[in-house]
């Protein structure tokens, strides 16, 4: 049967709490089939969802790209059994799969994925589906300009997380009224009652004190709910929190309220009691209503860029390289940047020049800097953010959940390495390549002059999953013509001979260290090979194998970065299974630098063109050299 409970007048909702118990239901039998999952947490916003999608909700299942689909996001990823209940009841999925839950190869996982045509973003850890909304609805509000409505569902142990609070600050900032948050607010976490019950005064104040309008509701009452909806859509200039009292596990009063039912499944002969108190199994279709047609006001479009150029010899920080090419890519119009309040540092201030109106300041909120491109590449704008590398470790788990999303993000990290000198070892990225290129499918580049870093930035603009550019602060001479490509996963060998006698592998500011080392080695009858080896992952093993094999098996690999993880651990993976693995002399920083001036703090980690030259002229020995 199908229910249809639309209009502006106010409607009679039984037909929704019909809905609803079957939702119900269907969370139970689905978790109670898998023996896994979150019926309880499922059951507290059943009505919260229903009544949205019955009465507000604008969505063309059938087609989930259309630019004027609202988006439902579950910021609690843990209430699937819901969503994919919801989705069954409008038609989207049949009982069959509903029944795959948790099961392998089911597109119905654990928790929620864009493998699921209707998820935008993977959710699961906590905090993260908000701050992602503020995305989406920043590209409403600012790029589409659209009228789709973002709907975010949150739990309210999860409100504990620094991040909601990050996104609604931001939310609030931006008038975001095109973004409501439902909070359904159960009393209950995981292991028990959260920091604040049912104290939802507590939680009025603070959403106001963050600049949002909070309604209170009882998240069972279909009439309040819906009116909170109709309130949400009518506000202007600012977001929406709807603070609703709910009761896990709402409908079953074997567990309503209950503290050990969270994450809990109900056995089968408890399942059945449930669905009999539920008012039993039916078979009822939700009409959630298609949106109007529209066109976003920003049109991708395949544009003539110009990088900038730079001469040989000239002395410039990558940083500011990528701030020059990020703004000259920008002639594209579907490219977005993003700032951590460091944007005359990183040089993406570049771009605010060139198009504030696609620059998002997302101040000192790494986490929300992230989940602010996720969100607006949702929308299949390109977005770029950048901060000092280190500060992306306060978001790597917003960059691993992107990664999940299947994201396409572009991240600048400016400042890597002890090379930044004197402001000390809290501003140096020591573990960020580690770290990036831990994420699957990721990019991981890290140039060495001015013209590879533009080059590189542009490759970026069109590589699909994350990619990071790690810059630095300081200016080094320009090495390369401004004809030179630099594809991705390709390495430049600047320095070699027939008579090589190893070969160092460098990266970034250790290319120029390399350099000086090559030339002094030279003069001393030590010829070594250099190689640039701009792109970190992938990384050009071919290259690395063949120096490999001309230079005695000798690579003496130099990186302003710990040992672990880096170009170091990358160069001797992608040799590890050759048939003749080479002999690995692996110059990194080893203790926590301090403050000093560049020079005596590349020297102090022995990784600058004195500790190069006595480790190749070391390393030449071990074969037999004179
Ligand atoms: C960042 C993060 N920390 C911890 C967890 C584990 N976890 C899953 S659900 C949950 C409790 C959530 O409670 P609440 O937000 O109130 O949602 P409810 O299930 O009660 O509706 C916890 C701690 C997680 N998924 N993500």
Partial sequence: MAVTVQGAAPADLEPLHEVAQQIRIDGIRASTRAGSGHPTSS?????????????????????????????????????????????????????????????????????PTPILPWVDVATGSLGQGLPIGVGVALAGKYLDRLPYHVWVLCGDSEL?????????????HYGLDNLTVIADVNRLGQRGETEFGWNLEAYRLRVEAFGCRALVIDGHNLQQIDGAYVDALETAGRPTVILARTIKGKGFSEV???????????????????IKELGGERDLRLEVRKPQRGVPAIKAEKVEVTLPTYSLGEKVPTRKAYGDALAAIGARPEVVALDAEVSNSTHADEFKKAHPDRF????????????????VQVRGYTTFAS???????RAYDFIRMAAISQADLRLCGSHAGSEIGADGPSQMALEDLAALRAIHGSTVLYPSDAVSTAKLVAEMADR?????????????????????AFPIGGAKVLRRSDSDRAAVVAAGVTVHSALAAADRLASEGINARVIDCYSVKPIAAEVLAE???????????????????????????????????????????????????????????????DAIVTAARDAAKTRGGS
Avoid at 387 to 393: G, L, P, R
Avoid at 464 to 484: C, F, H, K, M, W
Avoid at 572 to 585: K, Q, T, V
Wanted: proline letters at 5%.
């Fill in 360 to 375: 998002f300041e997302m101040w000192i909120a790494e986490q929300q800097m992230i989940s602010a491109a996720v969100g």
């Fill in 256 to 274: 309503e309220d209950k503290e050990g039912w969270h994450g809990v499944v109900l056995p089968p002969e408890m399942a059945e009691r449930a």
């Fill in 43 to 111: 059951m507290s916003a059943a009505d919260l969802i229903t009544v949205l999608a019955g009465r507000h909700l604008r969505y063309d299942f059938a087609h989930p790209k259309l630019a004027t689909n609202d988006h439902l996001i579950f910021s609690k990823g843990h209430a699937s059994p819901l969503l994919y209940a919801f989705y069954k009841a409008c038609g989207a999925i049949d009982d069959a799969e509903l029944m795959t839950y948790r099961t392998y190869g089911s597109r119905l996982q654990g928790h």
């Fill in 387 to 393: 901060t000092f590398a280190a500060f992306f470790a």
């Fill in 464 to 484: 699909p999953g994350i990619s990071y550019l790690r810059t630095t602060r300081n200016g080094y001479p320009v090495i390369y013509d401004n004809a030179e």
């Fill in 160 to 172: 504990a997380e620094g991040s909601v609070w990050e996104a609604l600050d931001k939310a609030a």
């Fill in 547 to 609: 120096a490999a094999r001309d230079c005695g098996g000798i690579l003496v690999v130099v990186e302003d970065h710990y040992p672990e993880g880096g170009l170091g651990a990358a160069v001797m993976e992608a040799l590890a299974g050759s048939e003749h693995p080479p002999r690995i002399f692996h110059l990194a920083v080893r203790d926590v630098p301090g403050s000093g001036r560049t020079a005596d703090l590349l020297a102090a980690e022995g990784i600058d063109a």
